[in-house]
């Protein structure tokens, strides 16, 4: 059956890094599109960045653009997600999940969810 396993979540001072890692069985990522979210205790989820291994896309949301950095492991099947420059403000849980092949739209297509890692940014 399809998994996605998302780890490397921990705790982290401000200004510190972390990498995340979404590794799949059942499928392999390949013309497809990853998503990454996150959800913080009484906010709702956010939609983070999308990379698609269909045609190369990745974007961004504004409040992770230029810290944050999504890249395929194609020897590991895995999606990584390079967090810099952490704020307490990116503090929750973090989801990657399988959506269609494209990254336009991925919110309203997703497919399988990871059981989410959990990253804290506390001094």
């Known amino acids: 059956q399809v998994q996605l396993v998302e780890s490397g979540g921990g705790l982290v001072q401000p200004g510190g890094s972390l990498r995340l890692s979404c590794a799949a069985s059942?499928?392999?990522?390949?013309?497809?599109?990853i998503g990454w979210f996150r959800q913080a205790p009484g906010k709702e989820r956010e939609a983070l960045l999308c990379i698609s291994t269909y045609d190369g896309t990745k974007n961004y949301a504004d409040s992770v653009k230029g810290r944050f950095t999504v890249s395929r492991n194609k020897d590991n099947n895995t999606v990584l997600l390079q967090m810099n420059n952490l704020k307490t403000a990116d503090a929750a849980a973090y989801y990657c999940a399988k959506t269609y092949y494209i990254c336009s739209g991925y919110v309203q297509n997703i497919d399988y969810w990871g059981q989410g890692t959990q990253v804290t940014v506390s001094s």
């Open positions: 059942g499928l392999i990522l390949e013309d497809i599109a």
